[in-house]
């Protein structure tokens, strides 16, 4: 309704005497009233809401300040008022604010965080958005409105934390396996040198007896006849005539001595070789060495003998010793280890698991883990290809992420030190792995990635809503004016109407909004759900329709929730028409109740699941069911996949809303074609 504005010529008209006509007394008498009545309601709204509003003069002295400052235990309205503001905010934050109020009366409107020091004496985190107030082109003051924020400043504080000691954790288990793993590469490489010394020395022995390295010797009815000159430095005889004649168990140790003798009456019985035996000599000076012996009977000079083929293995022994005790090392390591270590061919074949590895990719046993193909891990062939083009360009991948599959199907994140063996010619012969497990942290970064958004999204509907009601109520208290004022026959009255009805249907986009924000007034109480969805049936069935039939699966022996009862109507209703809409033609919705209690384990692999007890309500159809990217989105307000005009994107904002405001979560299930699930969890009543 536009109203008259009275200029000076009709002030003085009305002192001068002339009489005013009544239509004009009646206006003023309806706008004092209107005005009167919009002034009640900004205070009550301004007295009421959670958050401080605030004005200041312009020598910065507190001249209102809402309730909300008592009700938040800052301080009381009468021990702010009247003050210096800066009376209150923490020393090492004034200059900063400072600069954001010049910021503020120079145009630039921003939101400013800092911290205020309340009548006890702590400390709280508040953020201001202030506008300067001008009479003309004068500064008066500044008003403004302040969030307690202590809260949120402590779950990131919290949150940060977290996530350094989880980053350094990773790097120290990093740089434990960097070490174990150049540990392994050393151990190898001596392995490799202890091998070739061996060979170099079969090469020497197959050289002519005289310059052989080996020992050579024969003997005969229990006579030493001959030794080369390998065999006489072996056994330390200091002249090699005194070899002839000598006894052979001289040089024999005692714990030998009749396994030579059964060996040599076999071969002079049988004539056949003996197989090669490691045993002991002993020197002239009583040292004790390790030798590997072949026998063979020959006829020497013209007579039955045996001829031995000796080598000295002391050295051998003690590296197969340390290699032992080496690879028991790595043995115990690779057995221990809280990394899933293994190692397996290009192909994809296993040769050698860790039990971390049976459990990180939920084997059943070491058996099924070794049958399955490590390329049957990867999501895609194309990810397992671009993985061995890496190992055999890049020969070592340190610190890799990639992700994989568990045997189930489910995501597995990893981060992977791999080192391949390669061939002479260069080519990838054999990979070893080690992969440590962040799938946990992946999980919680996504939780607190979509927290962040959820309520960013929130804040921003809420506030969005606060200004839409408002213009809202001046556009329905106008038309009410109006429609007052105006006759039945007034060809006008049918377009006021129109007005006034649409500004109710935006009033209920903005309490959908308000929903979502978790900022409506609530009044909960202690109810049980079956009693709610069993009374709320005949609704329901109006709301699907005919073509769609209804299940009711309820618990018996349900556990009472406390909500108020209203929100959950709002719940049943929203969902039962997302349902509705899923469905194309005839289908089912089942809705489901139950007692659920939450561990650990699941909070870990769901996302936004809190550990309790908790009234699970779940909403099941058989429609269309959605992708991974829609379930990512579905709760975001104004997302709908409804085509343009059918539909808000407000239904199921609102039920997240209103769920999250209860301390709950929901679960979405879905695949396209295979119809959605989704499973309300409210916390139980007295949990």
Known sequence: MQRKRLNRSDSETVAGG?????????DLSLAASDIQHQAQMYRTLVENINDVMFSLDGEGHITYVSPAIDRLGMFTVAEAMGQPFA????????????????????????????RIIIKDGSIRHVRTSSRPLWEGRNLVGLTGLLTDITEQKKIEEELQRATEELERRVEERTAELREANER????????????????????RWRRLVEHNPACLAVHRAGKLVYANPAGIRLLRIPDAEQVAGKPLLDFVHPDYRELVLQRVRRMMEEDVPAEPMEEKFVRPNGEVIDVEVTAIPITYMGQRAIMTVSWDITERKRAEAALRASEERYRQFFE?????????TPEGILTACNPAYVRMFGFS???????????????????????????????????????????????????????GRFDEAGNLIQIQGYLFDETPRKLLEQQFLHAQKMEAVGQLAGGVAHDFNNMLGVVLGISDLILEKMRPEDPLLQKIETIRNAALRSAEVARQLLAFARKQTIEPRVINLNEVIASFRHILERLIGDRITLKLRLAPDLWDLKIDPTQIDQVLANLATNARDAIEDAGEITVETGNITTEEEYCRTHINALPGDFVQLAFSDSGNGMDRETIGRVFEPFFTTKPVGQGTGLGLSTVYGIVTQNGGFIDVSSEPGQGTTMALFFPRSGS
């Open 365 to 419: 046993s070491y058996d099924e883990a070794m049958s399955t193909n490590v390329a049957h891990l990867y999501p895609c062939p194309e990810q397992r290809v671009e993985f061995l083009d890496l190992v055999q360009s890049r020969r070592t991948l340190m610190d890799h992420r990639m992700e994989l599959r568990r045997l189930d199907g489910s995501p597995l994140h990893v981060v992977a030190n791999v080192a």
């Open 336 to 344: 221990i280890d809280l990394a899933a270590d293994y190692i397996s």
């Open 184 to 203: 392994l590469v050393r151990e190898i490489e001596e392995r490799r040198r202890a091998d070739t010394t061996l060979r170099e020395s079969e090469d």
């Open 87 to 114: 009376r209150f905010i923490h020393p090492e934050d004034l200059q900063g604010l400072m600069a954001s109020f010049r910021r503020t009366i120079e145009g630039t409107l921003e939101p400013y965080e800092f």
């Open 18 to 26: 002339t009489q005013s006509s009544p239509p004009l007394a009646e």
